[in-house]
């Protein structure tokens, strides 16, 4: 077992320390502030491969492994977890159309969205179907070459600012076996985008519910076969948890950054704060906190990319694990700010903000533990 980096996976930490330091760092309080969806970011971050860094090369990805993806995203997300999300979010449906797309939407949109010039959304949660995602009720009705699609999604990341939808709908009978996966324009007809959520984070990027009226998707936009598109979901939700895990950990970094700087620098009672012995305790136990989180994102995307038959349990324990102790890593990075932790002029109200949907979003830290327990109770796991 070695826990060191090598030379390449230390370099792709360190672009991505350098994006994020020139491309984020000096914009992101004012996107959270303006609620701007900031399109050249993401264009620039393509233009390094941060788009689609496990899609597949025949694409124009760097199909790296997702061990290396989290060195990146955790680098960004330390400086901005909301737009970092949304790239994780992109990269995920930018990996299902290179991986499942027929060739020709393959062709077409894959190049596109791996460079980041063109943006995709994920359409799964409905307004009756959160964590029941099995349930949902958005249809698609085949008739001849094409798929008529009726329906509404809810807490859509980017709707309305993306250009191409990764969109789950029934094509056949209830439950899980029923989806298909179909991949549609941003912009056609029919479609029809709410207003933007107005949230406690994640302001940098739009989320809007969804109205489908009488799409029509040709069948070659289907994704792989009629029927596989819930699995196809729950391979990206895998990722997609390990990805926002992995945003958690980046977040609770910078918040412990912060932290330390400020208890070298603040002075009370005549002496350094970090002279006193209970914020050394705290800040010691924070990064250790951090660290172990990390740790267990590492192992569960090392599973995910050998394909290890109880990857699935590692995805959602890491997410459980590190979505739960980093939030409450930036809540003690806040204290430790005092006052000044609870103004917009210090980047820690925004860690915190931004990191509290983490534990929510890509299925609840509910939802987790069920996954878990299902597992081992069911399949007689041995997770060590």
């Not at 020709?104 to 460079?115: E, N, T």
């Not at 598109?229 to 980046?250: H, P, Q, W, Y």
């Amino acid at each position: 077992m070695d826990f060191r980096l090598t030379e390449e996976q230390q370099a792709f930490a360190q672009a991505a320390r350098e994006f994020a330091q020139g491309e984020l760092a000096p914009y992101a309080a004012q996107w959270d502030e303006e609620h701007i969806f900031p399109r050249e970011a993401f264009a620039k971050a393509g233009e390094l491969g941060f788009c689609a860094m496990y899609a597949p090369e025949s694409i124009g990805g760097l199909g790296l492994p997702r061990l290396d993806a989290t060195l990146v995203f955790e680098e960004m997300a330390a400086i901005d977890p909301s737009t970092t999300a949304f790239i994780t979010i992109h990269n995920m449906a930018t990996w299902m159309i290179g991986s499942w797309a027929q060739p020709g939407v393959r062709d077409h949109w894959g190049p596109l969205l791996a460079s980041g010039e063109k943006l995709a959304s994920y359409c799964l949660t409905e307004p009756g179907s959160g964590s029941d995602a099995a349930s949902l009720t958005t249809s698609a009705r085949r008739e001849g070459d094409h798929y008529v699609l009726n329906g509404a999604k809810a807490f859509i990341s980017g709707a309305g600012d993306t250009d191409v939808l990764v969109v789950m709908a029934r094509t056949g009978g209830e439950g899980a076996r029923g989806i298909s996966a179909l991949v549609v324009p941003a912009d056609s007809d029919g479609i029809t985008y709410g207003r933007k959520e107005n949230k406690m984070g994640w302001n940098s990027q739009s989320t809007r519910p969804i109205t489908f009226e009488n799409v029509r998707v040709p069948v070659e936009n289907r994704l792989g076969e009629e029927g596989e598109g819930f699995r196809f979901a729950m391979k990206g939700l895998d990722g997609g948890r390990i990805n926002i895990a992995t945003c958690s950990v980046g977040a609770a970094q910078g918040a412990y950054e912060a932290a330390r700087r400020y208890m070298g620098e603040r002075r009370q009672f005549g002496r350094p704060l970090a002279d006193f012995q209970a914020l050394q305790f705290k800040l010691a136990d924070l990064l250790a906190n951090i660290v172990a989180s990390r740790q267990m994102v590492r192992l569960a995307a090392c599973k995910l990319d050998e394909g290890d038959p109880q990857a699935t349990a590692y995805c959602a324990m890491a997410k459980r694990l590190a979505t739960d102790l980093c939030f409450q890593s930036c809540l003690d990075a806040q204290q430790i700010h005092g006052g000044y932790g609870y103004l917009k002029d210090y980047p820690l109200e925004r860690l915190v903000r931004d990191t509290r949907v983490h534990q929510i979003l890509e299925g609840t830290n509910e939802i987790m533990r069920l996954i878990v327990a299902r597992h081992i109770l069911t399949q007689e796991a041995d997770l060590r």
